[in-house]
């Protein structure tokens, strides 16, 4: 079974993020912020990491450009899944080493969508 | 809805579309016409139906055009999108690099989301810069649809489901809430209202067809009279992809699967022996 970290500083997403990976067959953790997520991510590196934009301490597009400088931290396929919607938001992301981009609000449909594409489904 | 309506609608859809009403599907089309009963002022979908027994051909017409299915996304069933791209693709350029021209037919493209994807494979191929001229036709029986997909606005869901984000931001411009194909994209496909049931001389010399998820609407002898207007059009070395779950055993005489995609058809099977040395 696929492992993946939620990050999001929101209780009630991480809960329905992870209730629709585990329907799709993920075991799921969870981190409320950045900090929380690459102290996850040293001790376990998972398979894929749902990531949010915007959280304290260390927002998405920080912790993901530190997770890629880490031994291991190319590996994990991450998606972002956040209320940033722009376009420039969406470059940044790919640019960081972002694998695909969800735009809240999003649905059990869409997360299955986006996985098939970087084809963890 | 009485049975008698029932029975008349069916028969009614059938004679227009070729849409086989199953009659457990009763609440289901009182949930479809009702936007159409509101459109035309009537009280209720009973009303509506008492109408259309005059034969009104506008409201007829309304009534045919609601009751089609009209899901899909983009790069729907990825697998046909992808034989496209790497074998059907490499096979004509090999095949037309004289006359450097390409047909192609979307039969049922709904909002356009077919026609658009294969608008983006094209594209990325960057074939027109090579001096490729591709005709990308897409029909669709509902003009509605037609309108919609001339329009190629799509929501905030429609370009989550099957898109990939760099897809999205190469082709794409985002309009408030929602994201719009680029005119270039736009520009590539003619769309046209077309019934599957008329008939097809204005479509000649085809090299690809797509009619997915489309046959399995139709009863046995509607499908086997598409399947042969479609191979009339067709060239000889020409594709048909049909759904993955649907299939010609029965219906053509002209049409062989290919043994490694059977969602593929070509005509005849000196044809399947060739792709099947390219696949």
Same mark, same amino acid.
């Given at each position: ?121 | ?64 055009? #609601? ?16 034989? !496209?791209? #790497? ?76 898109? #990939? ?28 209202? !077309? ?14 067809? !797509? ?69």
């Amino acid at each position: 079974m696929k492992n993946c970290l939620v990050v999001d500083d929101s209780r009630v997403i991480r809960k329905v993020a992870c209730r629709i990976l585990q329907d799709l067959h993920f075991s799921t953790d969870e981190a409320e912020d950045g900090i929380a997520a690459l102290a996850q991510c040293r001790a376990h590196m998972p398979e894929l990491i749902l990531l949010d934009w915007n959280m304290p301490n260390m927002n998405g597009i920080e912790f993901l450009k530190t997770l890629r400088k880490e031994r291991g931290g190319d590996q994990p396929v991450v998606v972002f899944c956040t209320t940033e919607n722009d376009v420039a938001h969406i470059t940044e992301a790919l640019g960081a080493g972002a694998n695909e981009y969800i735009m809240k609000p999003f649905d059990r449909g869409i997360i299955e969508a986006k996985l098939a594409e970087v084809g963890l489904v | 809805m009485t049975e008698e309506d029932i029975a008349f609608l069916a028969q009614m859809v059938r004679r227009r579309s070729g849409l086989i009403l199953p009659a457990n599907k009763a609440r289901l089309v009182v949930g479809q016409l009702a936007p159409v009963a509101r459109r035309f002022g009537f009280r209720d979908v009973a009303s509506l139906i008492g109408d259309l027994r005059h034969g009104r051909e506008s409201l007829a017409r309304a009534v045919a055009e #609601a009751l089609t299915t009209n899901e899909s996304s983009f790069f729907r069933d990825k697998t046909a999108f992808d034989h !496209f791209r #790497a074998e059907i693709l490499p096979q004509l350029l090999g095949a037309r690099a004289k006359t450097k021209r390409l047909r192609i037919w979307c039969a049922a493209c709904a909002a356009g989301q077919e026609p658009y994807s294969l608008a983006m494979l094209l594209d990325e191929a960057k074939l027109a810069a090579q001096g490729w001229m591709i005709d990308l036709i897409a029909t669709d029986f509902s003009s509605d649809m037609i309108a919609r997909a001339e329009e190629g606005l799509y929501t905030h869901f429609e370009v989550q489901r099957g898109l #990939a984000i760099r897809r999205l931001v190469a082709h794409f411009t985002q309009e408030e809430g929602n994201w719009r194909i680029n005119e270039n994209l736009r520009r590539m496909v003619m769309f046209r209202q !077309f019934n599957l049931l008329d008939s097809y001389g204005w479509l000649d010399d085809l090299d690809v067809v !797509f009619c997915r998820n489309v046959l399995i609407y139709f009863d046995h002898k509607t499908k086997a009279d598409v399947l042969d207007k479609i191979a009339d059009a067709l060239a000889a070395d020409g594709t048909l992809l049909l759904g993955h779950t649907e299939s010609v055993r029965g219906l053509s005489e002209v049409f062989v699967p290919l043994d490694h995609a059977p969602m593929l058809f070509v005509k005849g099977k000196a044809q399947a022996l060739k792709m099947a040395v390219v696949g």
